[in-house]
């Protein structure tokens, strides 16, 4: 099994910036050791929503609109580690984020109905 961890979440304020880390551990019998990672969010009360993804060799990247301009995605996988920095918080950017891999290497779509494995989140809270 592999395993997702996230870190970085906190509370901060509108127009502060936040990195979110995910670590990648455990076993696989995948073909594909390195999976193409992506994050999600969830809001409370609203159903789960893409933020961004990249590839297995961090080559492309992709973002939701919503995020564009703001956030970015990368990766080093010598450390198995994936980044998700953020800038210029808005208070709608308050939500649990999740870390997503997926055991392919064809990138993580924007629905996440792809995702192998999630991670449990890590809380971020931007206040006004």
């Known amino acids: 099994q592999v395993q997702l961890v996230e870190s970085g979440g906190g509370l901060v304020q509108a127009g502060g910036s936040l990195r979110l880390s995910c670590a990648v551990s455990?076993?696989?019998?995948?073909?594909?050791?390195?999976?193409?990672m992506g994050w999600f969010r969830q809001a409370p009360g609203k159903e789960r929503e893409f933020v961004g993804a990249i590839s297995w060799n961090g080559g492309s990247t992709s973002y939701a609109d919503s995020v564009k301009g703001r956030f970015t995605i990368s990766r080093d996988n010598a450390n198995n580690t994936v980044y998700l920095q953020m800038n210029g918080l808005k208070p709608e950017d308050t939500a649990r984020y999740y870390c997503a891999a997926r055991r392919s290497p064809i990138p993580i779509s924007t629905t996440g109905n792809d995702v192998d494995y999630w991670g449990k989140g890590t809380l971020v809270t931007v206040s006004s």
């Open positions: 455990g076993r696989t019998f995948s073909i594909y050791p390195i999976y193409p």
